[in-house]
């Protein structure tokens, strides 16, 4: 990560904000901060940090909207400078990332695949809208129904009709990991493990180790990297490789190998 950035001068020089902090969970008792990456387990992330600031006893019975709606953490920019700028120098700085593809599809099958009061209206109305001819009036009212195709084309348009969302958005965009120098970089791909091995590290309590549960969906398959091939194969070799090229920073920082070599 830190050779990527070196490379292409990402971060130098530059004074970091509140803004850069923003996705930062912190957690005071045990002294961590930890960047939320959507779509790489952030939902037991984030339960975890409430077991350890002693907001419930297991991470079992949390539910989802009390994680994301609770406001049961605080975020790092909640503080102020001098607070902000004590944690980052003397708190243990962690984060988790994914295969940026799976990643993608994971974000897709969930916010579009399924019945969604936000997503479908704000980003499949106009999604639909721009990329689907003779569209039916029917989809158009209730931005229902996107096919992946579709929005892979909203995601590279630069004209695109809504803005970015932190479920797609590059991890090097949300975390800046070019300007803050993280302690321990985490993987989907060995989440159990990681994250076990880091609450060794930070002296958590031995009965405390990272859920299993899969936090949505729970009866569906989890996005694999089977599950994301049969995605991609929808697509052109240009709009993958498009694709590829947009998350081409993530594929670098953190030493993902480009996928699906055969499909190109």
Not at 90 to 113: G, H, Q
Request: glycine letters at 4%; aromatic letters at 16%; one cysteine or more.
């Amino acid at each position: 990560m830190q050779d990527i950035c070196l490379k292409y001068k990402s971060g130098s020089r530059r004074i970091i904000t509140p803004y850069h902090v923003s996705r930062i969970f912190v957690e005071d008792k045990y002294k961590i901060l930890y960047c939320e990456v959507p779509k790489a387990g952030c939902s037991n992330w984030k339960r975890v940090l409430m077991v350890l600031n002693g907001q419930a006893s297991s991470t079992n019975e949390i539910q989802h909207n009390t994680v994301h709606y609770g406001n049961f953490l605080k975020r790092l920019d909640s503080f102020d400078r001098k607070g902000i700028f004590n944690r980052l120098n003397t708190y243990k700085k962690m984060i988790f990332v994914r295969e940026p593809f799976e990643r993608l599809v994971s974000a897709f099958r969930d916010k579009f695949e399924h019945a969604n009061n936000y997503y479908h209206p704000v980003f499949g109305k106009a999604i639909i809208s721009k990329y689907r001819r003779n569209a039916t009036r029917e989809a158009l009212r209730t931005g229902s129904g996107v096919q992946f195709k579709e929005f892979i084309q909203y995601l590279l348009d630069v004209h695109r009709p809504v803005g970015m969302d932190i479920h797609w958005d590059h991890v090097s965009r949300l975390c800046s990991p070019c300007l803050i120098d993280y302690d321990f970089i985490g993987k989907f791909e060995s989440m159990e493990e990681d994250s076990n091995f880091l609450l060794h590290l930070i002296g958590a309590p031995q009965n405390l180790t990272f859920p299993r549960f899969k936090d949505r969906h729970s009866n569906e398959e989890r996005t694999s990297s089977k599950i994301t091939q049969q995605y991609f194969a929808k697509l052109s070799p240009l709009e993958r490789q498009r694709t590829y090229d947009f998350y081409y920073m993530d594929y670098q920082m953190f030493n993902y190998s480009k996928p699906f070599e055969d499909l190109y």
